[in-house]
């Protein structure tokens, strides 16, 4: 994730911030804090899954960034999270805020809208290559290949740091 320190805000300037919360509470928290009378958005990116049982397979909605809201809000208002049982805190960088780009949270929204599936020749992706996910849905996102097996590959997005599983069929 790519993060930019908390400089001098007016009081319209909105920024994203990430808010670290007890563990699989992400989206009561995001619901929560959305039910607030305030001028505060959050948003908690999920995903679906399978989960096996013995008995049973369940499809399960689950966080993509675990322990981790993120917040839009003014800077004077940033702390009235804290009000919702769950909140831990904000992520530091240099002792000031974190913050996150727009760029960021567009991206993170566009993946986890996209219900295409991704149907590429595995035979083609090459590890540690440069790969564009525009033509599977995702605007403008750019990935490096850092694994693949026979129906899955690995993508590492670098302005968030994190790494995008894909399921070929």
């Not at 993946?111 to 020749?121: G, L, P, Q, W, Y």
């Not at 035979?123 to 097996?149: A, C, H, N, Q």
């Not at 997005?157 to 069929?169: D, N, P, S």
Request: proline share 4%; charged share 30%.
């Amino acid at each position: 994730m790519s993060l930019v320190p908390s400089f001098h805000t007016t009081k319209k300037n909105k920024r994203w911030y990430v808010l670290y919360v007890k563990s699989k509470r992400e989206t009561i928290i995001q619901d929560h804090i959305n039910a607030l009378d305030l001028d505060i958005i959050a948003y908690s990116p999920t995903h679906v899954v399978i989960k096996q049982w013995k008995d049973r397979r369940k499809k399960v909605n689950t966080p993509l960034l675990p322990k981790i809201v993120l917040v839009k809000s003014e800077e004077r208002l940033r702390d009235k999270v804290f009000q919702i049982a769950g909140t831990v805190s904000y992520l530091f960088e240099l002792r000031k805020p974190a913050i996150v780009r727009e760029i960021e949270i567009e991206q993170l929204r566009a993946i986890t809208d996209n219900s295409r599936v991704i149907d590429h020749e595995i035979t083609s992706i090459i590890k540690g290559t440069e790969m564009d996910l525009t033509p599977y849905g995702f605007k403008d996102l750019m990935g490096r290949v850092d694994k693949i097996s026979n129906s899955v590959c690995w993508v590492t997005l670098q302005t968030l740091g994190y790494t995008l599983k894909l399921t070929i069929k």
